[in-house]
């Protein structure tokens, strides 16, 4: 997990980007795509700034896409870079999140006004070619573990209506104005995580938050009473359990109590969880699956 995501952007970053090391199974390993900017001659990985109203996640996909004409699946998250862009004005720090990024299709490359070449390159070379040491060293973190992964997005459903302000049947107490907004804000968000099997605790509180990514994506919604905030603990870590060693993506629905219970069926993921705040609503911790292990967690939000 990166401890940047933990909390919000520092007051002190001005110019917010992101990016991603975009590879592709090769011979011997994982080949990486390095882009040569002609603006500023140099070898880098495809980045670049933040749309008004745009998240990180949305950003790092829709720049590979323009930058390479590569759609990508997104993988584990990569460090993030802050570094001063001030030039002698007034006081800017840039903050470049990073993403591992598989190619979800063969694409043909063109020639841009910010990108005049794309070379497909394996590890060693790649670290030879790159031009700038901080990149190298994304690099190095890109390679330090498996990028062949399947994402287990555990999410805490979007904001609901306080139980104090509800006199219905806990199970139907429905989500808020902003939680219907936050459900909506997360279609493209899960999106980039590529086709997933979606999974929601029967309360109406997660069905709702999941419904909008359903629909989008033309799923089924699934229901899980393991996944219910009055559930066995031991029915939870079971069902997630399952859905590791099944290999396949998998978003999971639930609710806040319940989420530490999940996490400590992985030791990295109740590791991660120690000490760290609770999710948010809409926030989700993202479990990267290889061969039934967690190799990494993520903490994910819209």
């Given amino acids: 997990m990166n401890a940047a995501d933990a909390a919000g952007d520092s007051p002190a970053i001005r110019v917010r980007a992101a990016g991603c090391v975009l590879w592709r199974p090769g011979r011997t390993g994982p080949e990486v795509a390095l882009i040569h900017r002609p603006r500023y001659d140099d070898w880098s990985f495809p980045k670049g700034k933040l749309d008004h ?29 802050v570094y001063d862009v001030s030039f002698g004005g007034p006081a800017r720090m840039k903050r470049v999140k990073y993403w591992a990024a598989q190619a979800a299709v063969d694409a043909d490359f063109e020639p841009n006004s910010e990108v005049d070449r794309l070379d497909w390159l394996d590890l060693p070379a790649a670290l030879a070619r790159l031009t700038r040491q901080t990149d190298r060293d994304l690099l190095r973190a890109f390679a330090a573990a498996p990028v062949d992964t399947v994402p287990v997005m555990l999410l805490r459903h979007a904001e609901a209506v306080p139980r104090k302000r509800w006199d219905g049947a806990e199970q139907e107490r ?21 086709d997933a099997a979606l999974v929601a605790s029967p309360y109406a509180r997660c069905v709702t938050t999941l419904r909008p990514t359903a629909e989008s994506a033309g799923a089924e919604l699934a229901l899980e009473s393991a996944l219910g905030e ?11 359990r399952q859905v ?36 948010a609503p809409a926030e989700a911790w993202v479990l990267h699956v290889r061969e039934g292990g967690v190799v990494a967690v993520d903490r994910l939000k819209a």
């Fill in 53 to 81: 109203g745009e998240g990180y996640v949305q950003a790092a996909v829709r720049e590979v896409r323009e930058e390479t004409g590569y759609p990508v699946v997104l993988g584990r998250r990569l460090p993030t870079q």
């Fill in 174 to 194: 429905p989500l808020t104005a902003q939680g219907r907004v936050e459900a909506r804000e997360l279609v493209p968000v899960l999106a980039a995580y590529g």
């Fill in 230 to 240: 009055d559930a066995d603990p031991d029915a939870g870590r079971a069902w997630l």
């Fill in 244 to 279: 590791l060693k099944s290999g396949h993506a998998t978003v999971g629905c639930t609710h806040r109590p319940v989420l530490p219970e999940l996490l400590a069926e992985s030791p990295l993921g109740q590791a991660v969880h120690s000490g760290r705040r609770a999710l």
